[in-house]
């Protein structure tokens, strides 16, 4: 019985051995995760990140094709670059790039490739359970943050997201008393 319990006693300290070895294998296989990522609180987490926009256009462009219930710019847009984050906890970074109104025969000459509008500001559509356990659409809007007549601007800020939050899309509208997007994500 005592030679039985030492070889259990070798085979097991052989296969704890083993295991380790391989987990030590498994290790330095895979890739370790950013030193960042190690220190990320919960409610730091990224809920949508993002580095294209699409600006309005086509069947978007006025009142007939709305998105989630915004309207689309009257006139078209072009748009250099946009990109940006939301985070679970409403924190929202969005920079745009060139977006200015189009170089197109719709749009009055004095206006082409310009912003006409001193400040942008970002909109978040989330689907969520409203009333009676009803899917809905909310829709949150930013405050103002200024934009250049080149169509540059940075928008970062915190805004209170519905819980749940399903499925965001972030548009850029212009300021306060314009309903209208002028880019959204996407590509």
């Known amino acids: 019985m005592r030679k039985f319990g030492w070889m259990l006693g070798a085979a097991s300290a052989a296969a704890l051995v083993g295991a380790v070895a391989l987990q030590g294998v498994a290790a330095s296989a895979a890739p370790a995760a ?3 990522h190690r220190h990320h609180h ?12 699409t600006p309005v256009t086509g069947p978007f462009q006025g009142t007939a094709n709305p998105i989630r219930g915004v309207n689309g710019g009257g006139l078209p847009w072009i748009l250099k670059s946009g990109h940006g984050t939301l985070t679970r906890d409403g924190r929202l970074f969005v920079r745009v790039h060139g977006l200015v109104l189009a170089n197109d025969p719709s749009v009055p000459a004095q206006l082409r490739d310009t912003n006409p509008f001193p400040d942008y500001r970002a909109l978040v559509s989330c689907q969520t359970i409203g009333a009676g356990n009803t899917a809905t659409v909310t829709n949150v809007s930013t405050a103002d943050f200024k934009a250049s007549s ?5 928008i970062f800020t915190k805004i209170s997201l ?7 899309i972030v548009f850029v509208t212009g300021p306060t008393g314009t309903d209208a997007w002028f880019a959204v994500t996407g590509s």
């Open 34 to 36: 950013p030193a960042t």
């Open 42 to 53: 919960h409610h730091d987490a990224t809920v949508l990140r993002f580095d294209t926009m």
């Open 150 to 154: 080149k169509g540059d601007s940075t």
């Open 162 to 168: 519905p819980k749940p939050c399903f499925a965001p």
